[in-house]
């Protein structure tokens, strides 16, 4: 069955750091793109960005440019999102998903673009 499970989600102070690591299991990630999205209380879920298949190539919201990174290890079916410079306004319910579409500015919003999700980790920005 495949699955996605992401990890690392805790509290943080502002200008903290985390990483989140969204591990696949029951296939595997060569042949998909990663997508990571957040959802606020009381807000509709967001997509942060997504890298492709390779992990060569990734798209970022203009909130989190320069502070996130995405990175992805096919060898290891496992997706990171590295977080620097945390604000409280970060603060979410953090999914990855996978995609056999492309990463692309066009599609990457778009939940119906995805295979498989994850449950979600929290990442709380708070001093």
């Known amino acids: 069955q495949p699955q996605l499970v992401e990890s690392g989600g805790e509290t943080v102070q502002p200008g903290g750091s985390l990483r989140l690591s969204c591990a696949a299991s029951?296939?595997?990630?060569?042949?998909?793109?990663i997508g990571w999205f957040r959802q606020a209380p009381g807000k509709e879920r967001e997509g942060v960005g997504c890298i492709n298949s390779r992990g060569d190539y990734t798209i970022y919201e203009n909130s989190v440019k320069g502070r996130f990174t995405f990175s992805k290890d096919n060898a290891k079916t496992t997706g990171y999102l590295q977080m620097n410079s945390l604000k409280p306004e970060d603060t979410a319910l953090y999914y990855c998903a996978a995609s056999s579409f492309v990463c692309a500015v066009a599609t990457f919003n778009d939940t119906d673009n995805y295979d498989y999700w994850g449950q979600g980790t929290q990442v709380t920005v708070s001093s």
């Open positions: 029951g296939f595997t990630l060569d042949d998909y793109a």
